[in-house]
Every structure is written in structure tokens, then in C-alpha cells.
């Protein structure tokens, strides 16, 4: 290597450390946050690595009962939107792809750039006239206008992708439509229903907005759960960090170990509903 | 076009009828249940929208059909405008300073070094986590007495700043948080546009002694000016309508100095229960956000002029 080379390495891995290092530091310092007692959380000059951990933290919020009811809301909600976004997005998906009906894909896009209060305000008014509010169906509901879309769209698209010869020469074997999409298109596609499932999980996981409108005391997700903790525990540090982080976890192992599929999917640009 | 491509080898191989009859349009039952749920769950809420825009609908008391006056409502609420004032500020730092770190960062992952498979990885969790949990966290470090944010500026001499507890400093600290959490998506989509640069420019570049910032400035830059454009305008939309981070962090506060338009929306559809009021706000909302995607369309269509004009 010549000077002029090493002197380029050095400004690249100089760059990377510029580029990194706010994530990493956040992560980290939110890891420190949720590990400290309160002493140490409020002692100036702030205390990175402290003498004794709190894991007293976690296995505080682990402990109540509150918090597991919200985690198999959380698990229900996510579950149920994503699940049902799949059963009834992938098929669309192939029949909008097959039939070239690309003018369809311009209610994707509205609903892309709807603020998701603007389905809130007439939802909440039909849950509450079907009497529907206090259970979890408003939200498994609501959250299919951020599921069904990011199915709908990432399918579209890697169905345009995968070849037609398959099911043409399936077709004129007299398998029926459903038979093709069933036995020929369907296992093709998996690379791409991974990527909608991924997708439709982390925004549906994450969603706060409508549970903080729709959630009462029973049915709130973690995020609304985590963000009801904030007016209580104002100054306890330590647990509030702690809850916070094992909501986040799940995304962000799924980010690590997923990101191939949430790199492919975001940049297809079916980003984040609601 | 990728029907067309498909299209080719089968009307090659078979003849005319038969391509004939694989073609009629029964691919509507895979759409149909899709079809209903987007009518249940899209089109009807904004209908429904729409109509109660037009009248006076609040929670707990009879309805009203009041014409436009929702609207009128709208023109000379001091609140609504101070909200579309604080929507644009902060849209235009959201969309700006995501574009030009995510670039600088797009440029720097397009370059082969160890790790950065991991890297990227983790490049990426911060607009991959959830909204909320983040926004705890930063709370926690805009804390004027007990944050890290004003030590770390102290170790650099400069004097501790009240971040999201004071009005002249709350958006441009949410903004921080924004930037912090989106560039990320810049990156990505810049990244995928440098991946189809040619590499000839870039020797000839080379033999010619160009700077790096030459290169930059006037082959990548060109090169990847529709992917930025793609960036920006998932960033115009996503930034005009972000709420969990300014909710959770000021819930617009202090005052209303940071209240956004979809923020003033919750608190009229969701606080006071005016609902009626609340959809109006809702359609202007749509409509704000479609005007400045136009905008941004003419925009990029004014500067191909250009480019073409100046190329004449």
C-alpha cells in the first residue's frame, strides 16, 4: 500500500466511525440507562459504566403482571394484523401483478400518504357504535391499514419479478388459477412473503398512535404501555429505560438478523404505515 | 414493462388463441377479499371523513350539517396556522439534513471495508426501533440538568441548552432526533442508486486528477439525483405527518411551540372530541401534504429543464 492509500484507509474507517457512532452510542447509553440505579442515573458528571448493575430493573418490569398482559396484547394485535394482511395481501398482490392493474397501486400510495389520525377519527366512531371498543378487535382492525398495504405493495412487486412460464405451462395442463397460484406462484414467492411479513411485523409492532386513541386500561399495547409509564414514573430512570429497551428488542434483532429482507423491502418503498 | 417482457416469449412460442385464453380476468377473486378490506378500511373512512368535515360532530351531543363552515373555522384558528408554521419548518429540516448525512453515509457504505455487512446493520436499527422506546430515551438525554447531551456539549465548552424545554430550541431538537432516526432510509435508497453507476466515469475521473470532491460533485451527484429525489419525497411525507417522536418527546409543547398540524389534529379530534373539526383538519392535512409533493414534482421537473437547457 502507498502512503496516499493508507492515508484513504484511514479517512474511510475515520468516516465509518463518524457515521456509526450516534446509533451505537444511543444504544449503548440506553443499555447503561436501563442498567443503573437511581443514584447513578442521577449523578452529574453522568456515570457510563456503573459500580453495581440494576438488574433489579428488568426483573421489575418483567415481574408485573401489568406488563405481560400488554406483551400478549402486543403479541395478539401484531399477530392477528400481520397474519390476516398476509392471507389477504398476497393473493391481491398476484392478481394486481397478473392482471397489470398497476392504476390499483395508486390507492396504496393514498394510503401511503394519509396521516393514520385521518382513519381514526371515522373508525373510533364505528367501534364504538359496534361496541367494539375495550376489546383488542379495533386495533387488530385499524392495524391492517399499516399491514395490508406493505403486503400488498412488496408482493406486487416480486410477483412482477418471478417468470410466467411455470404457470402458463401449468395452465395449459388444466391446473386451475387457484392451483397455480397455490402450487406454482406461492412457493416461489417466499423470499418475497418474508419480506412483507418482516415489514408488516416491525410497523405493526411499533405503532403507537392508534393505541394511545384506542387501548383502554386492559388492551394497551407495549409502546402505549411503555409511553403511560413516562407520566408515573417520572424520575425513575432505570426501569422506564429498561421497559423501553425490552419493547424495542424483538425489532432490533429482527434488524440484525433480518437485514437483508428490511433492506430490500425499505428500499422497495413500502416504508412505515400509519 | 415487465409484462412485456413476460408476454414476449409466450406469443413467440404459442399461437393467438390460446394466449387468447389464458387471459381473461378471472384474477379478480385474488383481489376481491384485498378489495373489500381496502373499501372497509381506506376509501370508506375517508368518505366518512369527508362527510363529517361538513358538519358539526362532536362526542355525546346531535349532529349538524354545517356546509363548509369547519373550514372557515380553519382560516382564522390562530392554532391551526402557528400548526402549519411548525409543520413546514420542521418538515424542511427533516427532509434536508437526512438527505445530506444519508448521502455522505451512502457514499462512505459504497466502499468495501471489513464489517460492513454488521455495520450497516446497525446503521439501520434506529429507524427500525420503536418510535416511542426511542423517544424515551432521548427525553432522558435533553434533560437540562441530568442529560448526557449537555455534558457531552460541556466537555467542548459549550454552555448546557434546555433542548425541548424551551420554544426557540424544541424543533430544532426534535429535528436532531428525526435526522438521527431517518437517515438511515436515505442511505439505503442512495445506496441502492450507486450501485447502478457505471465505474467508467470514475476512471477517467481518475486519469484526468479529479478531486474527490470534483467526483463527487459532478459524476456521483448527477448520477444520483432521482434516487435523492425518491428519498426526499418518502421523507417530505413521513416528516409532515410525524407524530409518535414529537408526542411522546413534548407532546408540542412547551406551550404550543412545537405543536405540529397532525398534532393540533389529535388534540381537537381526540382531547376536545370535536370530531367534525377534526376531519376538516384531516382533508386540509391530505391536501397540504399532496400540494407539497406537487410542488416538489415541479421542482425536480424545473431542474431537468435546466440541466437540458444548459446541456443545449
Known amino acids: ?274 | 414493462m415487465s409484462t412485456l417482457i413476460q408476454s414476449t416469449p409466450a406469443a413467440a412460442q404459442s399461437d393467438a388463441a390460446p394466449e387468447k385464453e389464458l387471459r381473461p380476468p378471472s384474477y379478480w377473486p385474488f383481489v376481491v377479499p384485498a378489495l373489500v378490506v381496502v373499501l372497509a378500511i381506506i376509501i370508506f373512512p375517508w368518505v366518512f371523513t369527508i362527510w363529517m368535515s361538513l358538519n358539526e360532530w362532536k362526542v355525546g351531543s346531535a349532529t349538524t350539517f354545517v356546509g363548509f363552515s369547519n373550514y372557515l373555522r380553519l382560516t382564522s384558528d390562530p392554532r391551526f396556522i402557528e400548526a402549519i408554521g411548525h409543520t413546514l419548518v420542521y418538515t424542511v429540516l427533516s427532509v434536508l439534513l437526512p438527505l445530506v448525512f444519508g448521502t455522505f453515509a451512502a457514499v462512505v457504505f459504497h466502499q468495501k471495508f471489513a464489517g460492513r455487512g454488521f455495520l450497516r446493520g446497525v446503521f439501520i436499527m434506529p429507524m427500525m426501533a420503536t418510535p416511542v422506546a426511542i423517544a424515551l430515551v432521548w427525553t432522558m438525554m435533553f434533560h437540562p440538568q441530568l442529560g448526557v447531551l449537555n455534558y457531552l456539549l460541556s466537555l467542548v465548552g459549550i454552555p448546557p441548552q434546555l433542548w425541548v424545554f424551551h420554544p426557540a430550541t424544541v424543533i430544532p431538537s426534535l429535528v436532531l432526533v428525526e435526522t438521527w432516526q431517518w437517515t438511515p432510509l436515505v442511505m439505503l435508497i442512495v445506496l441502492g442508486g450507486l450501485a447502478a453507476i457505471p465505474t467508467e466515469p470514475y476512471e477517467s475521473a481518475q486519469i484526468d486528477g479529479a478531486s474527490l470532491w470534483q467526483v463527487f460533485r459532478f459524476i456521483t451527484l448527477p448520477l444520483i439525483m432521482p434516487f435523492l429525489f425518491i428519498a426526499g419525497m418518502i421523507r417530505m411525507i413521513d416528516a409532515v405527518k410525524s407524530f409518535d417522536i414529537i408526542f411522546a418527546i413534548t407532546q408540542g409543547g412547551p406551550g404550543s411551540a412545537s405543536e405540529t398540524i397532525n398534532l393540533y389534529l389529535y388534540s381537537v379530534a381526540f382531547i376536545y372530541y370535536d370530531l367534525g373539526y377534526g376531519s376538516a383538519i384531516a382533508v386540509v392535512f391530505f391536501l397540504l401534504i399532496v400540494l407539497l409533493a406537487a410542488v416538489m414534482l415541479y421542482a425536480r421537473q424545473r431542474m431537468l429543464w435546466t440541466e437540458i437547457a444548459s446541456d443545449a
Open chain 1, 1 to 274: 500500500m502507498s502512503p496516499k492509500q493508507i492515508i484513504g484507509r484511514i479517512g474511510l474507517w475515520f468516516a465509518v466511525l463518524v457515521i456509526v457512532s450516534p446509533a451505537i452510542l444511543f444504544f449503548l447509553w440506553m443499555l447503561s440507562l436501563s442498567l443503573k440505579f437511581e443514584i447513578d442515573n442521577a449523578s452529574y458528571p453522568p456515570v457510563f459504566i456503573p459500580e453495581h448493575v440494576a438488574w433489579k430493573n428488568y426483573t421489575d418490569v418483567l415481574a408485573s403482571n401489568r406488563f405481560l398482559t400488554y406483551f400478549v396484547n402486543s403479541l395478539i394485535v401484531t399477530g392477528s394484523a400481520t397474519v390476516l394482511a398476509l392471507v389477504i395481501g398476497v393473493p391481491a398482490g398476484y392478481g394486481i401483478a397478473r392482471m397489470a392493474a398497476h392504476k390499483s397501486a395508486i390507492v396504496i400510495l393514498i394510503a401511503r400518504i394519509t396521516p393514520g389520525l385521518s382513519y381514526l377519527i371515522p373508525l373510533f366512531l364505528m367501534f364504538q357504535w359496534l361496541g367494539l371498543l375495550g376489546t383488542l378487535v379495533p386495533q387488530i382492525i385499524i392495524h391492517l391499514v399499516v399491514t395490508v398495504p406493505i403486503v400488498i405493495w412488496i408482493m406486487i412487486g416480486y410477483f412482477e419479478t418471478t417468470p410466467m412460464e411455470l404457470e402458463e405451462a401449468a395452465l395449459i395442463d388444466g391446473a386451475t388459477r387457484w392451483q397455480v397460484f397455490r402450487h406454482v406462484a406461492l412457493p416461489i414467492a417466499k423470499p418475497g412473503i418474508a419480506v412483507a411479513f418482516i415489514l408488516a411485523v416491525i410497523f405493526s409492532w411499533n405503532n403507537f398512535v392508534f393505541g394511545i386513541v384506542l387501548a383502554g386500561r386492559e388492551t394497551r399495547t407495549l409502546p402505549v404501555a411503555v409511553y403511560n409509564m413516562i407520566s408515573f414514573d417520572q424520575l425513575s430512570w432505570g426501569p422506564l429505560a429498561a421497559a423501553a429497551l425490552i419493547v424495542t428488542l424483538p425489532v432490533l434483532l429482527l434488524t440484525v438478523f433480518a437485514q437483508r429482507q428490511i433492506v430490500a423491502g425499505l428500499t422497495a418503498g413500502a416504508v412505515k404505515g400509519g
